[in-house]
C-alpha cells in the first residue's frame, strides 16, 4: 500500500471550501430518478492558490438514484464532500469504524484489473496521491490514465472514476508533501522540486522519488451505511 507501514502514522487533509451549491432554477428540475444540480467545482493545478474568494464556474452534474427501487432519497454530494475535506485518516481505530484505506484500481497492459492501497487525500475537488513512476500503478497510469479510487467510511461506501494525471507544478508539489508531512509522513519536495522523498514509504510505492498525481473524478457513486440508506451516482 502506498501510505506508510507504520500503524502511528496515518494521513488527513485540512478542510478546504471549494464546494458552493448553487440554486437550481426550478424548470431544470426533472422528475424521476435523474435529477441536474448546479454545483461549483474548480480543479486547478495549484492547490495552494485555493481560497474561498477564488471564483468558480459552475458545471453541471447528474445525479442518478439508484435506490429508487426501495423508494430512497438521492444523496447528498456535498456532504460527502465535507466528510472527504474533514480527512480520511489511516491510523487504527480513528474511522470506517475501525479505520480507512483508500483503494487504486488502474489496468495492466492486458486489460485486467491491478488494485492497491494509497495514501490518497481529497483536496479542490480531486483525490490526490503519490507512487513511484516505476511501480505497478506509476506504469499503468503511464499507459492509460484510466483509474478509480475507492473507500468506506462509517457513513458510506465510495467509488470516484476518472483520470489520473501526473503533477509537475512545483507549487502544488510542494503543497501536498506539506499535507502529508502534517498527517505524520514525513514527505519533503527533493531536488528536482517535482517529486517527493523521505526516509521511508510504503513498500509497494517502490524507492523514491515518488511522484503525485491528481485524480479528475468523471463520475462518483456512493451507499450510504446509516439510515435512511440510499445510494447515488453522479456524473461531472
Given at each position: 500500500?502506498?501510505?506508510?507501514?507504520?500503524?502511528?502514522?496515518?494521513?488527513?487533509?485540512?478542510?478546504?471550501?471549494?464546494?458552493?451549491?448553487?440554486?437550481l432554477?426550478?424548470?431544470?428540475?426533472?422528475?424521476g430518478?435523474?435529477q441536474?444540480?448546479?454545483?461549483?467545482?474548480r480543479?486547478?493545478?495549484?492547490?495552494?492558490?485555493?481560497?474561498?474568494?477564488?471564483?468558480?464556474?459552475?458545471l453541471?452534474?447528474?445525479?442518478?438514484?439508484?435506490?429508487?427501487?426501495?423508494?430512497?432519497?438521492l444523496?447528498?454530494?456535498?456532504?460527502?464532500?465535507?466528510?472527504?475535506?474533514?480527512?480520511?485518516t489511516?491510523a487504527?481505530?480513528?474511522?470506517g469504524?475501525?479505520?480507512?484505506?483508500?483503494?487504486?484500481?488502474?489496468?495492466?497492459?492486458?486489460?485486467?484489473?491491478?488494485?492497491?492501497?494509497?495514501?490518497?487525500?481529497?483536496?479542490?475537488?480531486?483525490?490526490?496521491?503519490?507512487?513511484?513512476?516505476g511501480?505497478r500503478?506509476?506504469?499503468?497510469l503511464?499507459?492509460?490514465?484510466?483509474?478509480?479510487?475507492s473507500?468506506?467510511?462509517?457513513?458510506?461506501?465510495?467509488?470516484?472514476?476518472?483520470?489520473a494525471?501526473?503533477?509537475t507544478d512545483?507549487?502544488?508539489?510542494?503543497?501536498?508533501?506539506?499535507?502529508?508531512?502534517a498527517g505524520?509522513?514525513?514527505?519533503?519536495?527533493?531536488?528536482?522540486?517535482?517529486?517527493l522523498?523521505?526516509?521511508?514509504?510504503?513498500p509497494?510505492a517502490?524507492?523514491?522519488?515518488?511522484?503525485?498525481?491528481?485524480?479528475?473524478?468523471?463520475?462518483?457513486?456512493?451507499?450510504a451505511?446509516?439510515?435512511?440508506?440510499?445510494?447515488?451516482?453522479?456524473r461531472?
Open positions: 500500500m502506498d501510505h506508510p507501514s507504520r500503524p502511528d502514522l496515518h494521513h488527513r487533509t485540512h478542510p478546504i471550501p471549494h464546494l458552493i451549491p448553487g440554486p432554477p426550478p424548470e431544470e428540475w426533472q422528475l430518478t435523474l441536474v444540480l448546479w454545483v461549483a467545482v480543479c486547478d493545478a495549484t492547490v495552494a492558490a485555493m481560497s474561498p474568494a477564488v471564483p468558480y464556474r459552475p453541471a452534474m447528474e445525479a442518478t438514484n439508484l435506490a429508487d427501487l426501495y423508494q430512497l432519497p444523496l447528498d454530494w456535498a456532504s460527502i464532500e465535507d466528510k472527504l475535506r474533514s480527512g480520511v489511516q487504527p481505530g480513528t474511522g469504524p475501525n479505520r480507512h484505506t483508500c483503494w487504486l484500481s488502474t489496468i495492466n497492459a492486458d486489460g485486467s484489473p491491478h488494485v492497491n492501497g494509497v495514501g490518497a487525500l481529497w483536496a479542490d475537488g480531486c483525490f490526490w496521491f503519490e507512487t513511484g513512476q511501480s500503478k506509476g506504469r499503468n503511464a499507459r492509460d490514465p484510466r483509474c478509480a479510487v473507500l468506506a467510511t462509517e457513513e458510506f461506501d465510495l467509488v470516484v472514476e476518472g483520470e494525471s501526473l503533477v512545483p507549487a502544488t508539489v510542494a503543497d501536498l508533501a506539506a499535507r502529508w508531512a505524520g509522513w514525513p514527505a519533503r519536495v527533493d531536488d528536482t522540486g517535482v517529486a522523498t523521505a526516509e521511508f514509504s510504503a509497494s517502490g524507492p523514491p522519488p515518488w511522484h503525485v498525481y491528481r485524480l479528475t473524478p468523471k463520475t462518483a457513486t456512493a451507499l451505511t446509516v439510515e435512511p440508506g440510499g445510494a447515488t451516482r453522479w461531472f
